[in-house]
């Protein structure tokens, strides 16, 4: 249990000012990754899926670090998304040929999101005992 608070610490580190700068600053994304948006409304979705995704995870993840009652929701949370992120992500590898050092570096963590989730969620009733 004592590495809960580490555990999310490091997450909200990651995810929440990554979202937050997307959601302020869409240039980021386009001078790091290439992303861009040729009509505004793209624009808002790109603040959305990229900034608010990502700070709503941040912010999951501070919440449960203030009340770790949630952090088994937090948990499941960030399995499906990390989940998902990472095989979507593979799969655009595979089919893209996206392989740069940022998709790289971007797909290992959300493995280790995923991978990390789901095995606080398989240990965490063991540890309550």
Known sequence: MKYIKPYLI???????????????DTDTI???????????TGNTDIRAMYGGVQSGIGLMAAFSLYDQRHFKSFLLALAF???????????????????????????????????????????LPRLQK
């Open 30 to 40: 386009l001078q790091i990754i290439g992303v861009t948006s040729v009509h505004a």
């Open 81 to 123: 998304i990390g989940s998902g992120l990472a095989l979507s992500r593979s799969y655009g590898i595979i089919v893209d040929g996206s392989g740069t050092p940022y998709t790289l570096g971007v797909i290992a963590y959300e493995y280790f999101a995923a991978i990390s989730a789901i095995t606080w969620l398989i240990l």
């Open 10 to 24: 490091f997450t909200v580190l990651v995810w929440l000012p990554w979202g937050l700068l997307c959601v302020f």
